[in-house]
């Protein structure tokens, strides 16, 4: 292992989420633990939040850490910085002060924001697609092929639904519970929660 380069091993920690990077912190190598801890105590977590307002559809991002932060700030410390969810905030309920410097963006702006701050290597815990109907094709879209998520809520809006969590139950090895949010599902959406229940993950939750 003492051959293996500093940027290699600080590729893997910017991937490994906190339970990753905790075993990565107890390996028997002095440089695997040094970066490992290097990222654990810097690594910043965040969630998206959408929500439907009378002036269009708002979003905020926080920080557990931080409160509420731009996307800007998540692309400067990218290195350091993980997507925790993307939720529908009529699940979270945040406090009417957080959502004081919410910003309302067109679906372009929305996509662009979401390019920014998301990208190939997250690994996501939480997926609550916001059920507006604009919203919910964009995220789909830019979500499909690039990450993975423990547990995906969403309603059927078209052909992309079904679509996206096919990929993800054929995937993501760390998807353990789905909940379809609508009586609109097709049949065919069957077929894969049985696979998803049987054949490949038993005891996962739908």
Request: proline share 2%; net charge neutral.
């Amino acid at each position: 292992m003492d051959t293996v380069p500093y940027n290699f091993i600080d590729d893997v920690a910017v991937l490994a989420d906190w339970q990753c990077l905790s075993q990565l912190q107890n390996l028997n190598d002095p440089l695997w633990e040094s970066v490992a801890q290097l990222h654990s105590s810097k690594r910043e977590y965040f969630s998206v939040y959408f929500r439907q307002t009378e002036r269009g559809i708002e979003h905020i991002i926080r920080s557990c850490s931080n409160g509420c932060i731009t996307p800007e700030y998540v692309r400067k410390n990218r290195r350091f910085v993980q997507v925790y969810s993307v939720l529908d905030d009529i699940l979270n309920g945040n406090e009417r002060r957080h959502w004081e410097h919410a910003v309302v963006l067109s679906e372009e702006k929305t996509k662009t924001m979401l390019e920014t701050i998301l990208y190939a290597r997250s690994r996501l815990r939480t997926l609550a697609v916001p059920q507006f109907l604009g919203i919910q094709r964009t995220l789909l879209s830019l979500l499909r092929d690039n990450l993975r998520f423990t547990a995906i809520s969403l309603a059927y809006c078209g052909e992309i639904a079904e679509e996206f969590l096919s990929y993800q139950i054929d995937h993501s090895e760390i998807l353990k519970e789905v909940v379809l949010e609508d009586n609109e599902w097709p049949n065919s959406v069957l077929a894969l929660i049985k696979k998803f229940c049987l054949y490949q993950r038993r005891k996962n939750s739908v």
